[in-house]
């Protein structure tokens, strides 16, 4: 029988702890509102499996709802929306079709994220100048000893770059 005061939990946490981090609450925040710290919530979800797995369908489903409105973003949408004027001291409702144009940023993060061999940003510089010398035969090595350290200097500057940009 183990020692100590007795748990706390209570399996409706489960629900309450779903409910929360559906809504995007952080674990911090779900140890709040159930009153215990956030340390407890570690300790329960290891030693409930029932209460771990409903925090992660929870935060699951926010960000899928965040995936689907980040893509939305990135490609633009419209949504049915209403003017209200006024008219002869009459309110008149007017529904109209409101468009968002497509975000850049929104969809190079999606991109950079979802495709990132092909959309991140890459810088490569050749560092290796120990490699590069074997390469290099008797006279161009000659040459880079005569200009001297400024001429090392400018060479490793120089040195290829490439960055990938799609």
């Known amino acids: 029988m183990p020692a100590g005061r007795p748990s706390d939990y209570r399996a409706e946490f489960c629900k309450t702890a779903k409910d929360l981090a559906e809504q995007g609450a952080t674990d911090r925040e779900i140890a709040e509102h159930l009153e ?93 100048i120990h490699q590069r010398t074997k390469e290099l035969d008797d006279a161009e090595l000659a040459d880079i000893a005569s200009r001297g350290r400024d001429g090392i200097a400018g060479e490793a500057q120089s040195a290829p770059e490439s960055r990938e940009l799609h």
């Open 36 to 128: 215990i710290s956030e340390a407890t919530i570690y300790r329960w979800m290891q030693a409930h499996p029932e209460l771990r797995e409903a925090i992660k369908l929870g935060k699951d489903a926010a960000d899928d709802r965040v995936e689907q409105s980040l893509y939305r973003r990135a490609v633009g949408y419209s949504f049915d929306a209403v003017k209200i004027n006024q008219y002869e001291g009459e309110a008149v409702i007017t529904p109209y079709v409101e468009h968002v144009p497509p975000d850049v940023n929104a969809a190079s993060l999606w991109l950079r994220n979802r495709r990132p061999n092909k959309w991140r940003d890459k810088v490569s510089v050749d560092m290796n």
